[in-house]
C-alpha cells in the first residue's frame, strides 16, 4: 500500500526536513541513498541527465564532484541552471532540488 505524503508531518525548513529523510535513507536498506540524478541541458538545449553522488550538503546547496572537463560541467558552464533528483524507492520517497550551480572553491574540491 503506497502511502501519501502527510504535509502536516512536514518540517517547514526545506533544509531540515531534507537531513530527516536523507538519514532515514542511510540508515536503511537503500542502495546508494547518496546516488541522484542530475539534469542539465546541452548547448543546443536538449535535456542532458546522469547519476552522481552527494558529498555534502548545508544551507549553501548540495555539493558534487565532477570533473571540469566533463560533459555535465561544460554544459553547466553554458547554463547554470539544473536539477538534483534524489529517490528512495525503499522508502517511497524522493527529493526534487532546483537551482543554479556554483563552482566549489578549490580547497572545498581537494578537501
Known sequence: MRREL????????PLI????WYEAALKSNVLEPSAMTL??????GYPSARIVLLKDYDERGFQFFTNYDSRKAEELKVNPRAA????WGELERQVRIEGVIELASREESEA
Open 6 to 13: 502527510d504535509k502536516r508531518t512536514v518540517d517547514s525548513n
Open 17 to 20: 526536513q531534507f537531513r530527516e
Open 39 to 44: 539534469a542539465t541541458t546541452s548547448h543546443d
Open 84 to 87: 538534483l533528483l534524489l529517490f
